[in-house]
Nanobody, 122 residues
């Protein structure tokens, strides 16, 4: 199984960025697809997750209303649309999949992408 994340980059505060992550090498029916992020010196944190049927869950209150997770089951791809970006959103963003149901905990995720850097700075 491989997860290939893309879409990171440098953006000014208040700007928008969209990440995508394509999964391959397996069947992801009924898998939860999620995004985590890790800022320098901090632990990796759950950002958002989405189930096969489209049910979503978001992590920190700071991203609610600004980030939107979605998925295309036909393409085994998960997306993260980020708007009104803030410097504190700067982190490496990782996609992950879990066959053990929805969870905000890293240990329930079986496969991880390589991470894509998002930097919010003027």
């Amino acid at each position: 199984v491989q997860l290939q994340a893309s879409g990171g980059g440098l953006v000014q505060p208040g700007g928008s960025l969209s990440l995508s992550c394509a999964a391959s090498g397996g069947s992801f029916r009924n898998y939860v697809m999620a995004w985590f992020r890790q800022a320098p010196g901090l632990e990796r944190e759950f950002v958002a997750g989405i189930g096969w049927g489209g049910v979503t869950v978001y992590g920190a209150d700071s991203v609610k209303g600004r980030f939107t997770i979605s998925r295309d089951n036909a393409k085994d791809t998960v997306y993260l649309q980020m708007t009104s970006l803030k410097p504190e959103d700067t982190a490496v963003y990782f996609c992950a999949v879990s066959g053990r149901g929805p969870s905000t905990q890293m240990r329930y995720y079986d496969f991880w992408g390589q991470g894509t850097q998002v930097t919010v700075s003027s």
